[in-house]
């Protein structure tokens, strides 16, 4: 199995192909300081224990001022920047793989079955499909999460995911479509598959390539939106770590100097979006190869 994979076309196109390499070993960097957090950072900075206003606001550890342990200085609760923004993207790539997982579920289940049946399941479906797509996936993030405080990061996952459903469930409809009616699909139903059977094992394997690039470009949005509804002061609540809450509380010492408490965790939310959208260009690339640079 594994000389197989290391001998295949997909693993040779992606060694050659430096973004998604670039892209990956970004990806991975942040991926494993946010999984080990509680291991490599310095401080746990939600834990008041281990916090003191004497260390509130110090500078970078190589400007005059910084002191260690506090390697890219502190907030003004004296939290350690460095801490904050590993835990902060633990909050990043939770929200983003559960949404991913969630609405992709629902969206693909919604698709395959609205676009195999037809029909009024068809119809319906997708016209209500249409009404969520009409508005805005930040503004109804915003309106649920604004009805609804003091959810946590489990209510912030559910708002988003009530509005990005919509792109899972037209992508895969678009796709079933394209190969429902194959000569394998008729031959499946030739020899008596049952309709589960033919989704499942025939239609499905086939239908899926485009959404995996769907599900890729859309991890890089679904965290930019986490971190802009933490922002705005409707995410994430102030107690949890964010990435989009640090640049919030970092923006009013940014007229006093302050600029570390923006520009690293802004470094790091873009790090993220970067290592994604790198990896999901090629994968784009990868599964329609019309789409190949010349």
Request: hydrophobic fraction near 50%; glycine fraction near 10%.
């Amino acid at each position: 199995m594994t000389r197989r994979l290391l001998q295949s076309k997909f693993l040779s196109h992606y060694v050659r192909d430096r973004s998604a390499v670039v892209g990956s070993v970004i990806l991975l960097i942040v991926l494993l300081g946010a999984i080990f957090a509680p291991l490599i950072a310095p401080q746990n900075p939600y834990d008041p224990r281990t916090l003191s206003l004497q260390d509130s606001l110090k500078p970078p550890i190589w400007m005059e001022g910084g002191q260690a342990p506090f390697l890219l200085g502190t907030d003004d609760q004296g939290r350690d920047i460095l801490s904050t923004i590993l835990y902060g993207c633990r909050t990043s790539f939770l929200v983003g793989f559960s949404v991913i997982l969630i609405a992709g579920t629902i969206g693909v289940t919604v698709g395959l079955l609205a676009a195999f049946y037809s029909g009024i399941l068809d119809a319906v479906t997708m016209r209500i499909a249409d009404t969520f797509f009409s508005f805005s996936t930040t503004l109804m993030a915003m309106l649920l999460l604004g009805i609804f405080k003091g959810g946590g990061i489990p209510l912030v996952i559910l708002a988003i995911v009530i509005a990005d459903w919509v792109r899972y469930a037209r992508t895969m409809r678009g796709s079933v479509l394209g190969v429902k009616e194959d000569d394998y699909v008729q031959a499946a139903r030739a020899c008596g598959g049952s309709n589960l059977r033919i989704m499942i094992r025939h239609i499905l394997p086939n239908a899926i390539p485009p959404i995996l690039v769907v599900a890729a470009v859309d991890f890089g949005a679904v965290v930019m939106l986490e971190a802009t509804l933490s922002f705005l002061g409707v995410g994430v609540p102030i107690n949890k770590p964010s990435l989009g809450m640090m640049i919030s509380l970092g923006k009013n010492y940014i007229y006093a100097g302050k600029w570390w408490l923006t520009i690293f965790p802004g470094a790091a939310l873009i790090s993220i979006v970067l290592g994604i959208n790198l990896l999901a260009d090629w994968l784009r690339e990868e599964i329609n190869p019309k789409l190949k640079k010349r």
